[in-house]
């Protein structure tokens, strides 16, 4: 029983996240002035527009709060 729920979770764990279209694409790493810079030249993912829906590609980007009192 312990060796099924182990590889269930290492199968889970290795699963590609899917929760990428929740987020927009000003909010990713991978955005450059409207391109996608880790897809595929094929793709053309190109003049995204930066409130759209993002890409598979989404990585979040590291949110640095510099509070200065």
Not at 32 to 39: F, P, Q, R, W, Y
Not at 50 to 63: D, I, L, T, V, W
Request: hydrophobic letters at 35%; aromatic letters at 8%.
């Amino acid at each position: 029983m312990g060796f099924l729920r182990n590889v269930l979770r290492r199968l889970r764990n290795s699963a590609p996240r899917m929760d990428w279209y929740k987020h927009k694409h000003e909010d990713c790493v991978n955005f450059d002035n409207g391109v996608c810079i880790n897809a595929p030249r094929f793709l053309n993912l190109t003049n995204l527009n930066p409130k759209g829906q993002s890409c598979p590609h989404f990585k979040a980007k590291e949110k640095v709060e510099a509070e200065k009192i």
